[in-house]
């Protein structure tokens, strides 16, 4: 199984950006569905066949993208707003379960606040 650790977060003013990323050691994340997740809601998901999925609140601001030969998913958090703070995990799942909080494996987070 995969074992999944983020990093990236941090401070940042409103309006300014931020890159998550969610290295994977153990198994390839090629074979998953890869979620990132604000506390436990879904904000943005990519299929192994790359339908992406983003949540109303981050749609046009938010991007997700994969690197399969580095193990590597990202997050690039642009125009960020006081509300986007809190603690973003990544996750790897089946792709039927995409749009859904139902995966199977997860990183310990990474702190993400912006301030006003």
């Known amino acids: 199984q995969p074992q999944l650790v983020e990093s990236g977060g941090g401070s940042v003013q409103a309006g300014g950006s931020l890159r998550l990323s969610c290295v994977a050691s153990?198994?390839?994340?090629?074979?998953?569905?890869i979620g990132w997740f604000k506390e436990r809601e879904l904000v943005a998901a990519m299929s192994t066949g790359g339908?992406?999925y983003y949540s109303e609140s981050v749609k046009g601001r938010f991007s997700i993208s994969r690197n399969s030969a580095e193990k590597t998913v990202y997050l690039d958090m642009d125009s960020l707003k006081p509300e986007d703070t809190a603690l973003y995990s990544c996750?790897?799942?089946?792709?039927?379960?995409?749009?859904?909080?139902?995966?199977?494996?997860w990183g310990q987070g990474t702190q993400v606040t912006v301030s006003s």
């Open positions: 996750a790897a799942g089946w792709n039927a379960n995409l749009r859904t909080n139902q995966y199977m494996y």
């Open positions: 153990g198994r390839t994340l090629e074979n998953y569905a």
């Open positions: 339908s992406i």
